[in-house]
């Protein structure tokens, strides 16, 4: 993992994490794909093929690749997670604490799905003192978001790891 990128930001310093997910099909050869952006500017991105999976394990594992990405600075730097997908952000801001409460159950009573990706994604998370978890609007010209769509798509479509 390159850090080169990493070393040049300060102790408190802010960044976002963008990320997104592909399937086509739902399930389907999948992708996910994250960028980290430092004073508006992309300082790295990466994509992978998931093989097949279904969209939200896209979405859940770009999230995660994200995090694991900056995992080495958890501690020194603002971190916003930036996602399209409404499973990510609710089930990490609102939801999460509702289902570890009922044993890992919806309010339905029903299992909750993804719980693997939800739990890894609970636990990188926790490392983080200072993450915030905000939805972006898809496909509406947020550039970020634009490009780590751009990157899952090709990414699926291929069948390979794109690193830009």
């Known amino acids: ?8 930001i300060p102790a408190g310093g802010s960044v976002e994490i ?3 997910g ?4 739902n399930p389907g050869p999948a992708a996910s794909a994250f960028a980290i952006v430092y004073e508006g500017k992309v300082i790295h991105s990466a994509a992978r093929f998931l093989g097949h999976a279904t969209n939200n394990i896209a979405e859940l594992t770009a999230a ?3 995090l694991r990405f900056l995992a080495d600075r958890s ?12 499973q990510v952000i609710q089930g990490m801001s609102v939801w999460l604490a509702n289902w570890k409460a009922r044993g890992w159950r919806r309010a339905d009573g029903k299992p909750v799905a993804n719980r693997q990706h939800y739990e890894e994604l609970d636990a990188i998370a926790s490392a983080f003192p200072s ?5 972006v609007k898809g496909h509406a010209g947020n550039e970020f978001n634009e ?3 751009k ?6 479509a291929a069948g390979s790891v794109a690193v830009a």
């Open 151 to 156: 990157l899952a798509n090709g990414t699926a």
């Open 18 to 20: 963008y990320t997104d």
């Open 64 to 66: 995660l690749d994200g």
């Open 22 to 25: 592909a399937c086509l099909g």
């Open 131 to 135: 993450l915030r978890w905000q939805h």
């Open 75 to 86: 501690a020194d730097l603002r971190v916003t997670l930036l996602a399209d997908s409404n």
């Open 1 to 8: 993992m390159p850090t080169a990128c990493l070393d040049a």
């Open 147 to 149: 490009l780590v769509d």
